[in-house]
C-alpha cells in the first residue's frame, strides 16, 4: 500500500521561504514521477510542479523561477523549495506519488 506524506508547512511573511518535503512508501519512490499541488480556501486543487522519474521538472506560470522542486534519491525525500512567497500561495500544500494523495500541509503566507 502506498503511503504518502507531505511536512514542512507553517506561517510565513511576504517574501520569505519554506521547503516542503514529501515522503513515500510502498513505492519504487526514487523512480516515481511526483506532482504537487495546492489547494487555496474556495478554489479547486491545482498542479503546480512536478518531477519525473529521470528528474526533468515543470511548473506553473505562477510559481516558475520562485519555486523549485528536487529530489534526493538516496534518503527517499522530493522538495519543494519556495521562495519569494506571496500572500497568494497560501493554500494546503498536497504531494502525489503515483495515484495516491498526501494528507497535505497548511501554508499560509502573512502580509
Known amino acids: 500500500q502506498v503511503h504518502v506524506v507531505e511536512s514542512g508547512g507553517g506561517l510565513v511573511q511576504v517574501g520569505g521561504s519554506l521547503r516542503l518535503s514529501c515522503t513515500a512508501s510502498?513505492?519504487?519512490?526514487?523512480?516515481?514521477?511526483v506532482g504537487w499541488y495546492r489547494q487555496a480556501p474556495g478554489k479547486s486543487r491545482e498542479g503546480f510542479a512536478a518531477i519525473t522519474s529521470d528528474g526533468h521538472t515543470r511548473y506553473s506560470d505562477s510559481v516558475k523561477g520562485r519555486f523549485a522542486i528536487s529530489r534526493d534519491g538516496r534518503n527517499n525525500v522530493v522538495y519543494l523549495q519556495m521562495n519569494s512567497l506571496k500572500p497568494e500561495d497560501t493554500a494546503v500544500y498536497y504531494c502525489?506519488?503515483?495515484?495516491?494523495w498526501g494528507q497535505g500541509t497548511q501554508v499560509t503566507v502573512s502580509s
Open positions: 510502498g513505492v519504487p519512490f526514487p523512480n516515481s514521477a
Open positions: 502525489k506519488v503515483l495515484s495516491t
